[in-house]
């Protein structure tokens, strides 16, 4: 079973040198990736602690993009912290 991980734990690694961000209710440490990312280590940092799946999903990332993400994961969001999904966005 994978770990879950509250949202308000994530909101404490905000920073470059601490750096988690959620994408699709998983959580991922992407505090070295910051320095390899093709779109710079500043829109990282933007998303620190919070949840990023719109601003990843808006960039339009490929798939191979997607598939590296597997190497930064750590856990769940926890099933308290997800947000029910609303037919108006
Ligand atoms: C956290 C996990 C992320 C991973 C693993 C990741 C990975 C990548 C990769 C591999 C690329 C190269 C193009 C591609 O393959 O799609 C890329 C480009 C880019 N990423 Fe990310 N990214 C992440 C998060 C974000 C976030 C949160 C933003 C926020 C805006 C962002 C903004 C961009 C931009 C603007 C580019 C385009 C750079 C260019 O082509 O000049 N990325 N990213």
Redesign the pocket.
């Known amino acids: 079973m994978s770990k879950e991980i509250r949202l308000a734990t994530v909101n404490e690694h905000n920073k470059a040198t601490d750096l988690w961000?959620v994408?699709d209710n998983k959580v991922?440490d992407?505090t070295k990736?910051r320095l390899e990312?093709?779109?710079?280590e500043e829109?990282?940092v933007?998303?620190a602690g919070r949840d990023?799946t719109k601003?990843?999903n808006?960039?339009?990332?490929?798939s191979?993009?997607r598939e590296?993400?597997k190497k930064?994961y750590i856990g769940d969001l926890a099933a308290a912290d997800i947000k029910k999904k609303s037919p108006i966005r």
């Open positions: 961000v994408i991922y992407v990736f990312h093709p779109g710079g829109s990282l933007d998303e990023a601003a990843f808006d960039v339009g990332h490929s191979e993009a590296m993400l930064y």
